[in-house]
C-alpha cells in the first residue's frame, strides 16, 4: 500500500534491500507519473495493480507511462475511475477481486 508516495521514497525503500515482492501493488499516488518508477516495479513483481483514482479527474489520473509499464509487465490492472469500488478478498488459496 503506497499510499501518495512519490519516485523519491519509492528509492528510500529500495535503499533498505529488503525483499518487498507482493502479489498486489496498491499503484502509487493515484498512478501519477511521480510515483511508481520500473525500478520499484521491478522489485515488487506484482501480478496485480489497483490504481485509486476519481473518474475525468483534472490531473489525467493514472499517467499514460505508469500504464504503460504495467501492461509492458503483463500486470492485470484494476482502476478506480472505471471499475467503481474495487473489493479485493484474500484466501489461502486464491485473490478474489
Same mark, same amino acid.
Given at each position: 500500500?503506497?499510499?501518495?508516495? =512519490?519516485?523519491?521514497? =519509492?528509492?528510500e525503500i529500495l535503499r533498505?534491500? =529488503?525483499d518487498i515482492r507482493a502479489t498486489v501493488l496498491k499503484v502509487g499516488h493515484h498512478g501519477s507519473k511521480t510515483a511508481t518508477t520500473q525500478e520499484f516495479l521491478d522489485a515488487i513483481k506484482p501480478k496485480y495493480a489497483l490504481i485509486s483514482c476519481g473518474q475525468n479527474n483534472k490531473f489525467n489520473h493514472p499517467s499514460k507511462e505508469v500504464l504503460e509499464k504495467l501492461d509492458k509487465q503483463d500486470i492485470k490492472i484494476f482502476r478506480t475511475d472505471e471499475l467503481g469500488t474495487v473489493t479485493l478478498t484474500i484466501t489461502e488459496q486464491e485473490l478474489i477481486f
Open positions: 500500500m503506497t499510499g501518495d508516495a =512519490e519516485n523519491q521514497i =519509492e528509492k533498505a534491500d =529488503e
